[in-house]
């Protein structure tokens, strides 16, 4: 019978992890198609910007990484404060995550979106170390998503710059 609950509790804290980065991502489609549609289109973006549906998969492939990443610590690491650290980390990268999406599509400014991302990307590469620390696979989880910000944040900036 414990063997059983244990699953189950691991189960229900992955679907709860996944819940959460999801909920993050349709906040995030939310803000996107109030200006996907007009506003973005009519703004100079650089040679290097990918096809627009790259982002939707992309993306979802990352937050499933990133609640993966998350559950990990939680299921694996003992109660700590490094763990607690790097979990204040983790909710604020999100959050900061959260806050591009708004402050670029939604606020329609994407200079703003650039301080966020390289907030963002601060965030993520403290998280990744932190995670590190506790379980190496947890923080492997995050260099992808790393990795595509740091793209994301060079159209960000091409765009700011093509459209002042």
């Known amino acids: 019978m414990n063997g059983t609950s244990s699953i189950s509790k691991k189960i229900l804290a992955l679907c709860g992890f996944l819940f ?13 198609i109030s200006s ?5 289109q009519t703004l100079k973006k650089p ?10 998969v992309t993306w979802t492939i990352l ?3 990133i609640a993966i990443s998350g559950w990990l610590i939680f299921i694996k690491v003992r109660p ?25 599509f939604f606020l329609k400014n994407p200079g703003l979106g650039l301080l966020d991302i ?7 590469g403290k998280n990744i170390v932190d995670f590190a620390k506790l379980n190496k696979i947890a923080a492997a989880l ?9 793209y ?12 002042r």
């Open 36 to 40: 996907v549609g007009d506003w973005y």
């Open 80 to 104: 700590s404060t490094a763990k607690r650290a790097a979990f204040v980390f983790y909710g604020f990268q999100l959050f900061c995550n959260f806050l591009w999406t708004y402050f670029f």
């Open 47 to 56: 040679s290097w910007n990918p096809p627009s549906w790259v982002f939707g």
């Open 152 to 163: 994301a944040s060079s159209l960000n900036l091409a765009i700011w710059i093509l459209n």
């Open 118 to 124: 390289f907030v963002l990307l601060i965030l993520i």
């Open 142 to 150: 995050l260099i992808p998503y790393f990795f595509w910000t740091l």
């Open 63 to 65: 937050y499933s990484m």
């Open 20 to 32: 959460l980065v999801l909920l993050i991502e349709y906040g995030g489609h939310y803000f996107t």
